[in-house]
């Protein structure tokens, strides 16, 4: 068995773009648009994980119902939140914070659809 993505809706295809590939240098793996008119663009990472966007010009996405947040690994938490304060109007929900039972530094932000992003650093 294999996880290759998960899948979200967004209103802003442009934001989710430039936050995910400008401010936390994600890659765009690949997109297509269906015959239905939404656009799916992927991004992801060099071992294969991907986040997919969906954007239908004509309906407004759905509300992040029942989605808690979306973890990325990073090297530098706290490089990254700075990136994200300094490129972005982004909220920041929790600064960066060292959880010592599990040895990670993480923070979470809220991405420019509404949805949690998760900065996972190992320590």
């Not at 802003?12 to 008119?37: M, P, Q, R, S």
Request: net charge negative; glycine share 6%.
């Amino acid at each position: 068995m294999e996880l290759i993505h998960t899948a979200l809706w967004v209103d802003d295809i442009d934001a989710a773009k430039t936050f995910y590939l400008d401010v936390l240098d994600l890659e765009n793996t690949w997109g297509f648009t269906g015959d239905d008119g939404v656009e799916n663009v992927y991004v992801g990472t060099p071992d294969g994980a991907e986040i997919q966007f969906k954007h239908d010009p004509d309906e407004t996405a759905p509300e992040p119902a029942g989605i808690d947040h979306v973890a990325i690994g990073v090297e530098d938490t706290d490089s990254v939140v700075d990136r994200v304060r300094k490129e972005t109007d982004c909220a920041i929900l929790e600064e960066p914070t060292t959880m010592t039972e599990i040895d990670r530094r993480v923070a979470f932000v809220r991405d420019p659809n509404g949805y949690v992003v998760e900065f996972v650093q190992r320590v």
